[in-house]
């Protein structure tokens, strides 16, 4: 039978499962936390907030199980940190030479071995810490960033025209959000009235599902050699670990050095603004579950829902900016500016209504990403795209985590006196990428003539004009 170039089924299976149990992990963490802490039964309300539900007693320890679940995560994190860099720069890499699809199965696989471990842990009711371990397994066969580069290599590989490489990489994001948001919706009224048993179940079994497309139904767009057929000896293996290296090295010695100037300050903006971004997004729910807000399953299931609906109002903008002809720098600087408005707004919201208005500014903050990695493959040439991706899931892979662990860390010292400052923090470090952005918008007229084609030699195109501003 023959396949299908269709990714986005396997993005939105993947988005739907993941973001099923997503919401669920803090949410699980912290209950055990709190009957551990406490020798009490978690307070469960129907009100709309779960402060109603708490005695002074249960109150007085909100600040310590605040803390210890922030440090959870913060071990997590650095336990799986490390080995998913690693997989990922390879997988990524070896994409070029070895296929896509090793790239977005094996992401696939960990994420099914993720699942597995919390329905057994909450199923059996073991020891909690347990998920790190279980976190560093799954790390060692990629991540998020692993999975992602996979499918943007793979889109890459299909789209010749730079605006339907820009659209259609930012219609996985919107998968993303689409998907996520639908399962996010339903954590809550899951988790009532199921427990968490059944939403890990159901997330294993979807990805399950997603494996069984990706292996038998998802055509292949990098045709190996009859050679490469056959097993690899030890040898082979080594030479092909060095031309993983030897394909992010050629990236940029292959290129001028103003072309190499800007390829450098995109990865920059990219890296900085996923830093702060993400350090301030993945708190919002154990922000939530603090006071005064002391949100419900269901409050936080709606929460995250709207929070990825930025997916799709991203993605439209996107397209509607792009078919209007704006620059794409100013696509990106809308979007910094959204996530700076939002999180401001967060640091002081205070009830409920509030913190569902916070989501509203940051309904563009998706927009760079996409943008983003769309300029950065308009740089490097068609052979050099999955070495590109490679690196960039390592860079996102790495600001994501060592964001977590950092913000994480953060959020436990300051927890006690101010539980708003993470996301002041968070958006005083967007200046960072928006000063990069400037410095962008005005050398990139003048590298605009040196940035090379793809399959094209850099010294041949110098005439050229480069779609970077355009």
């Given at each position: 039978?023959?396949?299908?170039?269709?990714?986005?089924?396997?993005?939105?299976?993947?988005?739907?499962?993941?973001f099923?149990?997503?919401?669920?992990?803090?949410?699980?963490?912290?209950?055990?936390?709190?009957?551990?802490?406490?020798?009490?039964?978690?307070?469960?309300?129907?009100?709309?907030?779960?402060?109603?539900?708490?005695?002074s007693?249960?109150s007085?320890?909100?600040?310590?199980?605040?803390?210890?679940?922030s440090?959870?995560?913060?071990?997590?994190?650095l336990?799986?940190?490390?080995?998913?860099?690693?997989v990922?720069?390879?997988?990524?890499?070896?994409?070029?030479?070895?296929?896509?699809?090793?790239?977005?199965?094996?992401?696939?696989?960990?994420?099914?071995?993720?699942?597995?471990?919390?329905?057994?842990?909450?199923?059996?009711?073991?020891?909690?810490?347990?998920?790190?371990?279980?976190?560093?397994?799954?790390?060692?066969?990629?991540?998020?960033?692993?999975?992602?580069?996979?499918?943007?290599?793979?889109?890459a590989?299909?789209?010749?025209?730079?605006?339907?490489?820009?659209?259609?990489?930012?219609?996985l994001?919107?998968?993303?959000?689409?998907?996520?948001?639908?399962?996010?919706?339903?954590?809550?009224?899951f988790?009532?009235?199921?427990?968490?048993?059944?939403?890990?179940?159901?997330?294993?079994?979807?990805?399950?599902?997603?494996?069984?497309?990706?292996?038998?139904i998802?055509?292949?767009?990098?045709?190996?050699p009859?050679?490469?057929?056959?097993?690899?000896?030890e040898?082979?293996?080594?030479?092909?670990?060095?031309q993983?290296?030897?394909g992010?090295?050629?990236?940029f010695?292959?290129?001028?050095?103003?072309?190499?100037?800007?390829?450098?300050l995109?990865?920059l903006?990219f890296?900085?603004?996923?830093?702060?971004?993400?350090?301030g997004?993945?708190?919002m729910?154990?922000y939530?579950?603090?006071?005064?807000?002391?949100?419900?399953?269901?409050?936080?299931?709606?929460?995250?829902?709207?929070?990825?609906?930025?997916?799709?109002?991203?993605?439209?903008?996107?397209?509607?900016?792009t078919?209007?002809?704006?620059?794409?720098?100013l696509?990106v600087?809308?979007?910094?500016?959204?996530?700076?408005?939002?999180?401001?707004?967060?640091?002081?919201?205070?009830?409920?209504l509030?913190?569902?208005?916070?989501?509203?500014?940051?309904?563009?903050?998706?927009?760079?990403?996409?943008?983003?990695?769309?300029?950065?493959?308009?740089?490097?040439?068609?052979?050099?795209?999955?070495?590109?991706?490679?690196l960039?899931?390592?860079?996102d892979?790495?600001?994501?985590?060592?964001?977590?662990?950092?913000?994480?860390?953060?959020?436990?010292?300051?927890?006690?006196?101010?539980?708003?400052?993470?996301?002041?923090?968070?958006?005083?470090?967007?200046?960072?990428?928006?000063?990069?952005?400037?410095?962008?918008?005005?050398?990139?007229?003048d590298?605009?003539?040196?940035?090379?084609?793809p399959?094209?030699?850099?010294?041949?195109d110098?005439?050229?004009?480069?779609?970077?501003?355009?």
């Amino acid at each position: 039978m023959k396949g299908l170039f269709l990714v986005e089924p396997v993005v939105a299976l993947f988005a739907f499962s993941s973001f099923l149990i997503y919401p669920l992990v803090q949410q699980y963490v912290y209950r055990r936390l709190w009957q551990e802490l406490t020798n009490t039964t978690y307070p469960i309300s129907d009100n709309t907030s779960r402060c109603a539900a708490n005695s002074s007693n249960h109150s007085s320890y909100n600040e310590e199980v605040q803390r210890q679940a922030s440090l959870f995560s913060l071990y997590t994190e650095l336990f799986s940190t490390i080995p998913s860099l690693v997989v990922t720069l390879m997988l990524v890499a070896y994409s070029d030479r070895g296929g896509r699809k090793i790239a977005i199965i094996m992401p696939l696989i960990g994420m099914l071995i993720y699942a597995s471990a919390f329905l057994t842990v909450s199923f059996f009711e073991l020891n909690v810490y347990l998920l790190i371990g279980s976190s560093l397994l799954s790390s060692l066969f990629g991540g998020l960033g692993t999975f992602l580069g996979g499918c943007f290599a793979y889109i890459a590989d299909l789209c010749e025209d730079d605006r339907q490489k820009t659209l259609r990489m930012a219609g996985l994001d919107m998968m993303i959000g689409l998907l996520s948001g639908v399962a996010s919706l339903s954590t809550g009224y899951f988790l009532r009235a199921a427990g968490f048993n059944w939403p890990f179940l159901t997330s294993a079994l979807c990805q399950i599902l997603t494996i069984l497309y990706a292996v038998f139904i998802l055509e292949e767009t990098v045709k190996r050699p009859p050679a490469d057929a056959v097993i690899l000896d030890e040898s082979s293996q080594r030479s092909a670990l060095k031309q993983m290296i030897y394909g992010v090295y050629k990236m940029f010695t292959g290129a001028s050095r103003r072309c190499k100037t800007v390829l450098s300050l995109l990865m920059l903006i990219f890296t900085s603004f996923s830093f702060a971004y993400m350090g301030g997004v993945t708190l919002m729910t154990l922000y939530e579950l603090n006071e005064p807000l002391c949100w419900t399953e269901i409050l936080i299931g709606y929460g995250s829902a709207l929070s990825t609906t930025v997916f799709l109002i991203s993605f439209v903008g996107v397209l509607a900016f792009t078919y209007c002809g704006v620059p794409q720098l100013l696509i990106v600087l809308m979007g910094i500016l959204s996530v700076v408005t939002g999180m401001v707004l967060t640091a002081f919201a205070k009830t409920t209504l509030l913190m569902f208005l916070v989501r509203v500014p940051m309904l563009l903050s998706i927009m760079p990403f996409p943008v983003l990695r769309s300029m950065m493959s308009k740089v490097v040439s068609k052979s050099e795209q999955g070495a590109l991706f490679a690196l960039l899931s390592f860079l996102d892979s790495l600001t994501t985590n060592v964001s977590v662990a950092v913000f994480n860390s953060v959020y436990a010292a300051t927890v006690a006196w101010y539980p708003g400052f993470i996301f002041l923090l968070a958006a005083g470090l967007c200046a960072i990428p928006l000063f990069v952005l400037g410095v962008v918008g005005v050398i990139g007229v003048d590298v605009a003539k040196e940035v090379k084609k793809p399959e094209a030699d850099p010294v041949e195109d110098q005439n050229d004009n480069s779609p970077l501003l355009s």
